[in-house]
């Protein structure tokens, strides 16, 4: 893992969550979006917030196949959760809104993930492929040179 | 009746996203890195690659049936049930999937993270 592929999961992390959270926002200008009319779904790319919420998630996805292409599934997934611990930060500092117990242990429980999953080799390798079946389990400690 | 039909789309859901999670990544795998193709062959190269692969197609169509069960699923239960359980559930799912048809190595740690994450985006629901 090299600083630039770090930079690559930031930009996932950042890039979904603000993506997300702007269209989000437009979509509340927008009201309800009814099956019947789903011609408003075409309107609302007009709507600013939702336009460049769009052009947010095209980069989240560029830096999420990119990830795919040098890393794990199961290393990118958990890797780039934090996105759920920001929002709340962002609620929290910003909007000043009140987060119960069972929401830290959640922030705590997500950061924890985090932790355990980037602390690991983030590729498995064509021979451990081969071998996955027979030594499921084990926990890797040697990181796959990149 | 009305959370049956939030339930099912929660399991539509799930099967989607990892279906079409776990498509993407092979087909990106088949790509190969992106970021040293891009330095050798420039970025048309990585973009009509991976659009030529088959199954990344098939991803995507997986991840938009993905997306449009989520606006299903969001009118007949609430935001703060569809959303975090498929999203917890899409976790533990993928880690199973990957396992089985991508043949990643999913030890100790990995599962750890999965459940751990899992849990922890469930809690944020409450």
Same mark, same amino acid.
């Given at each position: ?24 926002? *437009?979509?509340?200008?927008? *009201? ?73 242990? *959640? ?29 499921? *389990? ?9 | ?29 088949? &790509?190969?890195? &992106? =970021? ?9 190269? &990585? ?9 990344? %197609? ?5 991840? =938009? ?34 396992? &089985? ?11 750890? %993270? ?13």
């Amino acid at each position: 893992m090299t600083f630039r592929k770090y930079l690559v999961l930031a930009g996932i992390t950042l890039f979904g969550t603000a993506g997300d959270s702007l269209l989000a926002r *437009g979509m509340k200008d927008l *009201g309800n979006v009814s099956l019947h009319r789903l011609s408003g779904l075409l309107l609302a790319i007009a709507n600013p917030w939702v336009a460049s919420g769009i052009l947010l998630l095209l980069g989240f996805f560029s830096c999420y196949m990119s990830a795919l292409s040098w890393a794990d599934l199961t290393y990118v997934l958990p890797a780039t959760s934090l996105g759920y611990v920001l929002v709340a930060f962002i609620a929290r500092f910003s909007f000043h809104e009140v987060i119960s117990p069972t929401r830290w242990l *959640g922030i705590a429980l997500i950061a924890a993930g985090v932790g355990f999953v980037t602390a690991g080799p983030s590729l498995t390798s064509a021979r451990q492929r081969g071998t996955s079946r027979e030594i499921v *389990g084990e926990a890797v400690s040697h990181e796959a040179k990149s | 009746m009305n959370e049956l039909y939030a339930w099912a789309a929660i399991g539509v859901i799930t099967l989607a996203s990892t279906t079409g999670d776990v498509l993407l990544s092979y087909s990106m795998k088949q &790509v190969g890195d &992106v =970021g040293e193709l891009w330095r050798q062959r420039g970025a048309l190269a &990585v973009v009509g690659r991976a659009l030529t692969t088959p199954t990344f %197609a098939l991803g995507l169509i997986a991840m =938009g049936v993905a997306f449009y069960s989520l606006l299903f699923g969001l009118s007949w239960g609430n935001l703060s049930l569809v959303v975090p359980a498929a999203a917890s559930l899409t976790f533990v799912a993928n880690a199973l999937a990957a396992r &089985v048809f991508l043949h990643e190595r999913v030890g100790h740690r990995r599962w750890m %993270a999965a459940l751990l994450v899992a849990a922890g985006v469930a809690l944020m629901a409450i």
